[in-house]
């Protein structure tokens, strides 16, 4: 009998029979809660899933920002908002965020002739923790890279350091004049076509003709924390750069000291003026001294 009650008692069953047809019930109230919990949780879980959706999408469209700034130079929020068809807002809701995280920078835009009315307008860089999110290459690599320079600068000298450079950018040079080919002989027309074969190289480059003559601008550089205490590999890859478009180039700034975009000057090639009359009498003589 002791055996039955125990197994009447663990199956829930009592003699009066009020205590067992009562315990269906009793779980009721906590399968309620569970269900409430349960939908309480679905409702978060998707919360957090609609949060992560519009994170993606926010920094879908901050990476597309970079790519602008980097391809491109620095635009005004209105030129980057109509490029990628947001509206003021909502570009300036992305560039205080990345001014917030220090990707980006606010600068005057450099007026070229004469200075209108009113305050220069505001244009957008990266900065170096912005171009740092690009970067394939570890600054471990610059470690390695700046210090091996270091021991050829103790051995060698700074003209070792130079014969170093022009042997690095040889092979990038052999890689351009190869996609250059159809370039023509135009200086600007090469430049154009030296543009498109140095953003293959990963240096973002754009030309542009100017009153002067014409602009190459690099807007990434992937050596900058070396070249900075290097400026070997800068002069290096300038003279790569004559030799490529065929004319004497300038300088004009690099991001390796700090500047925003690598600026190299073409200069226009001079045109002689002759008389068709006289182009076999004469030697050709210039007229613009």
């Known amino acids: ?30 399968q309620h809660a569970g269900s409430a919990d349960s939908h309480a949780g679905g409702a978060e879980s998707r919360a ?40 003021p807002a909502g570009i300036r809701r992305h560039i205080d965020a990345m001014l917030a995280d220090g990707h980006v920078a606010v600068r005057e835009r450099v007026q070229r002739g004469p200075r209108g009315r009113g305050r220069p307008a505001k244009v957008f860089a990266l900065t170096d923790a912005g171009r740092e999110d690009l970067r394939t290459v570890p600054h471990t690599y610059d ?9 050829i600068a103790e051995q060698g000298g700074p003209e070792a350091v130079g014969a170093f450079a022009a042997a ?26 030296l543009a498109g074969a140095l953003t293959a190289e990963g240096y973002a480059a754009s030309a542009t003709a100017i009153a002067s003559g014409g602009q190459l601008c690099q807007h990434h550089c992937p050596v900058a ?5 290097f400026p070997q590999l800068c002069e290096a890859e300038t003279a790569v750069i004559s030799r490529l478009v065929g004319t004497h180039v300038q300088r004009l700034a690099t991001i390796a000291h700090g500047d925003g975009v690598c ?3 073409i200069p226009a090639v001079r045109r002689v003026a002759t008389s068709s009359s006289e182009d076999h009498a004469k030697p050709t003589v210039r007229t613009d001294r």
């Open 225 to 229: 924390h070396v070249a900075a205490q």
């Open 263 to 265: 600026t190299t000057h």
């Open 168 to 193: 690095q950018v040889s092979v990038l040079e052999e890689r351009c004049r190869s996609a250059m080919q159809e370039a023509g002989d135009e200086p600007l027309a090469r430049a154009e076509a």
């Open 48 to 87: 957090r899933g609609t949060e992560s959706h519009a994170g993606g999408a926010d920094q879908r469209t901050r990476d597309r920002v970079t790519q602008l700034l980097l391809q491109r130079g620095p635009p005004t929020a209105g030129e980057l908002g109509a490029t990628l068809g947001l509206s």
């Open 1 to 30: 009998m002791k055996n039955a009650a125990v197994l009447i008692t663990s199956i829930g069953v009592g003699t009066g029979g009020s205590p067992g047809s009562a315990s269906p019930h009793a779980g009721g109230p906590s």
């Open 143 to 151: 470690g390695i890279a700046t210090a091996a320079l270091r021991w």
